[in-house]
């Protein structure tokens, strides 16, 4: 599995770039839940820093938004073992969704990261 020590040493400018969707969604939260007050110091950086850390432990359904917002299609299929393809044809046999998800997601940190 990931972690955000791995994400952040290997694809630097994607950890960041996912820090800040993960931070914007906090704040859009916030207000939906009701303003802060006026002064009221914005979610820290290393905050979101930890829910992205926590959000590659386990649940990786964020990263398919985020990926959509960057024009990075994810894509599975099983048809008898699974396979995906991130902008391309379909890619490899795997015997778990978990083992498909997480080679498709480092496709496209590193098609992402090479864009940015």
Known sequence: MFTGEYLKETYPKSHEKLVDFILGRL??????MGAPPEGTPQVPREF???????????NWRTLYDFFDENE???LLQCIGKFS????????????????????????AFKMLEDGI
């Open 27 to 32: 704040q859009t939260a916030s207000k939906i």
């Open 84 to 107: 995906y393809s991130v902008g391309r044809d379909w890619v490899g046999e795997f015997n778990t969704r978990v083992e498909a998800e997480k080679e498709a997601f480092e496709a």
């Open 48 to 58: 979101g820093e930890r829910v992205v850390t926590g959000l590659l432990m386990g």
């Open 72 to 74: 990075i299609i994810v």
